[in-house]
């Protein structure tokens, strides 16, 4: 079984900063994509960021030039820090990971971890 935990939420002012940590273990083969993202109130789930095994990245709009989204393989842990922050960005961020264990790759999800942008 694999599990991802997500760490690093929580409540901060306009402009401020955070640092997600995504946290994957279990019976691990290898890590493929991996990626963040977040669902506001009343809102359906949005991509945030993703990032390949080899380093490959791509951003949402609303977040490229803010956000970075990076991965530490030997960890198997995935980080995203969020710079600028702003009230829109409010949501529960929730993580995956496409994981290969023995033959088969399965997408799996963290519990997700709330950040909330307020003064």
């Known amino acids: 079984q694999v599990q991802l935990v997500e760490s690093g939420g929580g409540l901060v002012q306009p402009g401020g900063s955070l640092r997600l940590s995504c946290a994957s273990s279990g019976s691990i083969f290898s890590i493929w994509t991996m990626g963040w993202y977040r669902q506001a109130p009343g809102k359906q789930r949005d991509l945030v960021a993703t990032?390949?095994?080899?380093?490959?990245?791509n951003y949402a709009d609303s977040v490229k030039g803010r956000f970075t989204i990076s991965r530490d393989n030997a960890k198997n842990t995935m980080y995203l820090q969020m710079n600028s922050l702003k009230p829109e960005d409010t949501a529960v961020y929730y993580c995956?990971?496409?994981?290969?264990?023995?033959?088969?790759?399965?997408?799996?999800w963290g519990q997700g971890t709330q950040v909330t942008v307020s003064s």
């Open positions: 990032i390949t095994s080899g380093g490959f990245t």
């Open positions: 995956n990971a496409d994981v290969q264990t023995g033959w088969n790759i399965r997408t799996y």
